[in-house]
């Protein structure tokens, strides 16, 4: 069952299998990107969406031809499987969360229940940005900063905020000498803006008022790469207006920066050179 002598050449196999799959998948990726650009018939968040699990596909698919390939030349895969009722059993049992896993993630993406970027509440207490989707676990960042990772069979509820309606998030990424209090002012002055030149933008109920207006979320991350704090704004937007209400909530932030001179945060080699020029 076991066979030394294939020690000879086995770096050689399994180098070259290796360097196969590698190239297989690389194109197999490009094909799918090329598709994508060549076509229209999704929209962008889906492209993103299929073209990140196709990704985690090709890279788990990979890795386990690969096992299964090195694993063949030392043992007999076949009988070792079929010949033993309780060894498959055993690893139905470890398994099965594992399996559940990439059923309901294929079932998650396939119904198109979720995308990259979509705003979603898990379990009716976290919620967040999804930032990556993977075979077996959502990561979404939430307003704090952290990223929440959740697998699958886990979620027994979720909440998506994009679907007919998209949440505009923008944000001032402020220099951490920049006094807060100041920067809440502008900022709660800026959403108050935007509600009021913007309101065509936001998603209306039954009644005719916003679902969510523009509204200023605090600080949502401190020292991002450490250059500051990031103050947000979001509101809740009809899709067709995404766009637009994002471009106008960008200005408006921008604009009070520079009137109410806010300190940006700056990369950390700009600093340095203002800090120790001679002539500054």
């Known amino acids: ?25 690389y194109f197999i990726r490009k094909s799918i990107q090329l598709f994508f650009d060549k076509t229209s018939f999704l929209d962008e968040n889906r492209e993103q969406t299929l073209m990140h699990f196709s990704n985690q596909v090709l890279k788990g698919l990979g890795l386990v031809f690969f096992f299964i390939y ?76 952290y990223v929440y990772t959740v697998s699958y069979s886990n979620i027994t509820e979720l909440q998506n905020g994009n679907r007919g309606m998209r949440r505009v998030n923008e944000s001032l990424i402020l220099n951490y000498r920049q006094n807060p209090d100041v920067a809440f002012k502008v900022m709660e002055e800026v959403a108050r803006t935007c509600n009021e030149k913007y309101e065509e933008f936001l998603l209306k109920d039954f009644h005719g008022a916003p679902v969510e207006g523009f509204k200023f979320n605090q600080i949502t991350e401190l020292n991002v790469d450490y250059r500051g704090h990031r103050y947000s704004l979001s509101g809740l937007v009809k899709e067709a207006n995404f766009v637009d209400a994002s471009k106008k909530v960008r200005y408006e932030l921008a604009m009070a920066a520079y009137l109410n001179n806010l300190m940006m945060a700056e990369s950390g080699e700009f600093e340095n050179k203002k800090s120790f020029d001679p002539q500054g």
């Open 1 to 25: 069952m076991f066979n030394l002598d294939l020690f000879q050449q086995l770096p050689v196999k399994i180098l070259t299998v290796a360097v196969l799959i590698i190239v297989t998948a």
């Open 70 to 145: 090195v694993l063949s030349h030392f043992f007999d895969l076949t009988r070792l499987v079929t010949g033993s009722v309780v060894v498959a059993g055993a690893l139905a049992l470890i398994f099965q969360h594992i399996i559940r896993d990439y059923i309901m993630g294929l079932a998650y993406l396939f119904e198109r229940q979720i995308h990259l970027g979509d705003y979603v509440i898990i379990n009716g207490n976290r919620q967040g940005k999804i930032e990556e989707i993977s075979m077996r676990h959502l990561k979404i960042r939430q307003y704090d900063g």
